[in-house]
């Protein structure tokens, strides 16, 4: 399983990006998902990785999340190192691993 999380609002975002980012159901910043893994939502998250952090889903945090599909997260704690650069200089785009140690900081 996949999670991504929106990071940044839609300012300097074109209309695709947005269409994509409403279909995957990420419409307000701080909001996380659970996705399923396919090369189809893969490239939706590509699309829109200058926006989003995403990664693969360990375990232990698939089952807390459950099954709802929309959560509501807050700002991680101690704060991001970026908005506005990729990881792992930044924290936008693809965190592998990684994407579970932001979910636990913004629980």
């Avoid at 995957?24 to 939502?41: D, N």
């Avoid at 099954?67 to 506005?84: A, E």
Wanted: glycine share 8%.
């Amino acid at each position: 399983m996949l999670a991504a999380i929106r990071l940044r609002g839609h300012i300097y975002r074109n209309r695709s990006q947005e269409d994509t980012l409403s279909m995957l159901g990420l419409k307000k910043v701080h909001a996380s998902v659970v996705l399923p893994e396919s090369q189809v939502i893969k490239g939706m998250l590509k699309n829109v990785e200058d926006f989003i952090a995403w990664g693969e889903l360990s375990k232990d945090l698939e089952q807390t999340l459950g099954s709802i599909k929309v959560h509501r997260m807050k700002p991680p704690k101690k704060g991001y190192k970026s908005l506005k650069k990729h990881y792992p200089k930044g924290d936008l785009g693809y965190r592998g691993a990684a994407i579970n140690d932001l979910i636990k900081r913004m629980m």
